[in-house]
């Protein structure tokens, strides 16, 4: 009561002060020898409060303000009720014994970088559509064994490929479908040869005549002075690719496996599931060896217009500012030839570029 009666005293001193006030502001600014009688103010259509109304206005006002501060310091004890309710609630992870729980807590930064995953992005799952069938194409076995294997890049332990093949499927059926860049450059649709290193047997590719079995030069080296018997060496045999099926393979899932094509191009691969088919998988025989991942594959564009993807890499280019450098169809045509297509200097290098 007593804020109440100070509040009430600090309103009535402002209004006599803002009443002098303007009293004051009147006889500064009007002009001598000026009268109200000689102007018209006619202010009969103005409503003036009472002082009294406006006092009480004032009152009311100061007291649903209190009001609203009580409500206020009521609702902030509540909350302060249902945090201390909640601290007690919390249960203290001291007595859990779950090693990987304390583990987990005391990582440190390095750990924890260390062991974030770093996801493979897929390029082809996503946007893969399975191509329609004919009802009377064979089905695969309801027994059949889907078996998962990845192909990595031959100088970085980066996944490129990775295919779901059929136990009954030959070793061909999958070689077939690997992609390595090194079967397109120089002569490689012309050679056909490579193998399979599996548990210490060379799988060759001999369909061809003109195939060379890479792996004699091998077998031959470790027969020649028993060298066989070293035991970081160890005995080897060789079998027929197209003669052989995944069934016929003792195989470690996850244990890295050898891919050697194109003379000298080694790949690892990885068998990384086998499993029974369930009638959640594809049905059609012909759908395997079936493509689950494509890693990106980098291209680079044409450093003269940077909108096409390069066609021709050059070297020794005396029209290019760097060395290798990269044209697309559109440009390079127009700097090396004239309009007749004669070429207008030769001593430069151009090679197909597909990718790196």
Not at 37 to 48: A, E, N
Not at 52 to 79: F, P, T, Y
Request: net charge negative.
């Amino acid at each position: 009561m007593a804020a109440f009666g100070q509040r009430l005293i600090s309103l009535r001193h402002f209004q006599s002060t803002v009443c002098g006030k303007i009293t004051k502001f009147e006889e500064d600014f009007i002009p001598e020898g000026w009268s109200r009688d000689q102007v018209d103010l006619d202010c009969s259509d103005i409503k003036q409060k009472p002082q009294k109304e406006v006092i009480d206005e004032a009152i009311d006002k100061i007291i649903r303000k209190e009001a609203e501060m009580g409500i206020k310091q009521e609702s902030a004890e509540g909350l302060e009720d249902v945090e201390i309710a909640k601290r007690e609630c919390q249960v203290d992870p001291k007595p859990c014994r779950l090693k990987s729980y304390w583990l987990c807590k005391n990582r440190t930064a390095q750990d924890i970088k260390l062991t974030r995953s770093h996801k493979q992005i897929n390029y082809i799952a996503s946007m893969m559509k399975e191509p329609t069938h004919a009802p009377e194409e064979r089905t695969i076995d309801p027994n059949e064994v889907i078996i998962t294997v990845a192909l990595y890049h031959p100088l970085k332990l980066l996944k490129q490929q990775e295919f779901q093949v059929l136990g009954s499927q030959s070793l061909t059926a999958l070689r077939d479908r690997l992609y390595c860049l090194a079967d397109y450059l120089m002569d490689g649709q012309q050679t056909k040869s490579g193998f399979f290193l599996i548990e210490n047997t060379f799988y060759n590719d001999m369909r061809l005549p003109e195939n060379m079995d890479y792996s004699k030069f091998i077998t031959d080296w470790v027969s020649d002075k028993a060298r066989y018997t070293i035991p970081s060496v160890g005995m080897y045999s060789s079998k027929r690719m197209e003669d052989t099926t995944f069934l016929d393979l003792t195989i470690k899932i996850g244990h890295p496996y050898l891919y050697v094509h194109q003379g000298s191009c080694e790949h690892n691969i990885v068998f990384t599931e086998v499993r029974i088919a369930t009638h959640m998988d594809v049905q059609t025989y012909s759908s395997y060896p079936r493509h689950i991942f494509q890693a990106k594959i980098r291209r680079r564009k044409c450093k003269i217009c940077d909108i096409f993807p390069a066609r021709y890499v050059t070297y020794r280019d005396r029209m290019a500012t760097e060395d290798p450098f990269f044209f697309c169809e559109h440009c390079y045509r127009p700097l090396h030839y004239d309009f007749e297509g004669r070429v207008l200097y030769n001593d430069f290098e151009v090679f197909p570029y597909y990718h790196e």
